[in-house]
C-alpha cells in the first residue's frame, strides 16, 4: 500500500513536494500469520523469514516439526489466537465449502487495527461486504486482495473506492516463467495419464 500511494503521489501533477510525516509500516520483525500452511503458504513463509518476520500459522493439518523449525514457525491450533496477534494476516487456503467465506466479521473484529488482510486465494475466502465495512470504520488498517468475488469486480463496487486497499488482477502467478512451469506440469501429467502411469500433480490422490 505504501509502494502504491507513494507511486501515485510521485507521478501526480498536483505534486509539489513529498511530505516528510508519511510513513508505511515495516514487515520487518512483524508477525505474519499464514492461514493455509500448503505449498504456497509455506513458500511464503520462507520468504518471510528472511524479513526476520515471527510466524504463525493455522492449518488443517500440522507442519512437521523440521519443517516448523527450518522457516521459525509456530502452529495456531485456533485461528483466532492468529488473527489476534498477527500484523498481518494472509490467506493462502482452497477454496471450499468450509473455507468460503472463511474471514467474516467476527474474524475482522479479532484482527489488531493496526493489521492489513493479505488474500492470495480466492476472492470468495472472504466476506467481501464485511470486508468493506472493516476498511471504512478503521477495524483493521488495509487490505491486499490479488483476488475478488467476482473478478473483476463491478466498476461501482466500494472496494474500488477505498484508499486503504490495494487490488491486483489476480496476477500472483502472471509471470513468463511461471506460466511457462505450470504449462509443462501439465503436459508431464497428461503424458503420465496417458502412459497409465502416476499422475505428478493429482488433485485428489487415490
Excluded at 476498511?135 to 474500488?160: F, K, M, S, W
Amino acid at each position: 500500500l505504501c509502494l502504491h500511494l507513494g507511486c501515485q503521489i510521485a507521478v501526480s501533477p498536483d505534486t509539489k513536494h513529498f511530505a516528510v510525516d508519511w510513513l508505511g509500516v515495516e514487515v520487518t520483525r512483524a508477525t505474519l500469520g499464514i492461514i493455509g500452511m500448503g505449498s504456497i503458504g509455506y513458500k511464503v513463509a520462507q520468504r518471510a523469514r528472511a524479513f526476520s518476520m515471527r510466524i504463525l500459522y493455522h492449518n488443517r493439518n500440522r507442519r512437521r516439526k523440521e519443517e516448523e523449525e527450518a522457516v521459525g514457525a509456530r502452529y495456531c491450533e485456533r485461528m483466532e489466537e492468529l488473527l489476534q496477534q498477527s500484523d498481518f494476516v494472509m490467506l493462502a487456503v482452497n477454496l471450499t465449502p468450509q473455507t468460503h467465506k472463511l474471514i467474516g466479521r467476527k474474524e475482522l473484529e479479532l484482527m489488531k487495527p493496526t493489521a492489513t488482510l493479505i488474500n492470495i486465494s480466492r476472492g470468495a475466502v472472504i466476506d467481501q461486504d464485511a470486508l468493506v465495512e472493516a476498511l471504512q470504520n478503521h477495524i483493521i488498517r488495509a487490505a491486499a486482495l490479488d483476488v475478488t468475488y467476482p473478478e473483476p469486480l463491478p466498476r461501482g463496487h466500494p472496494l474500488l473506492r477505498l484508499k486503504n486497499v490495494i487490488i491486483t488482477p489476480h496476477a500472483g502467478t502472471a509471470t513468463l516463467q511461471a506460466v511457462q512451469a505450470m504449462a509443462a506440469e501439465a503436459i508431464a501429467n497428461m503424458l503420465a495419464a496417458l502412459r497409465g502411469q502416476p499422475i505428478p500433480s493429482q488433485v485428489f490422490p487415490k
